[in-house]
C-alpha cells in the first residue's frame, strides 16, 4: 500500500467532499480517500504509486482544483 497527499482548493461542504471522494474512489487501485474538508488535505491510500495526471484529472471532474 502506498499514500498520495494532496491539497484540493474549493472544498465548502460535505457535498464537495463526496464529490472529490467519489472521483478519486474511481481511479484504478484505490482503497481509500480521506477528505478534510476544514484545510482541503487529501490522503489517497492504493494498491501502488498513482499517476498525479490522474489524480488531478479526478480533482478537475469533481469540479475543483489541485493547490
Not at 8 to 15: D, K, L, N, S
Not at 18 to 23: D, M, Y
Not at 52 to 61: F, G, H, I, N
Amino acid at each position: 500500500m502506498t499514500t498520495t497527499s494532496v491539497t484540493v482548493q474549493g472544498m465548502t461542504c460535505g457535498h464537495c467532499v463526496a464529490s472529490v471522494t467519489e472521483e478519486l474512489s474511481e481511479i484504478a487501485g484505490v482503497r481509500a480517500v480521506d477528505v478534510v474538508l476544514e484545510t482541503g488535505a487529501v490522503t489517497i491510500t492504493s494498491d501502488a504509486p498513482l499517476d498525479p495526471a490522474d489524480v488531478e484529472s479526478a480533482v478537475t471532474e469533481a469540479g475543483y482544483a489541485l493547490a
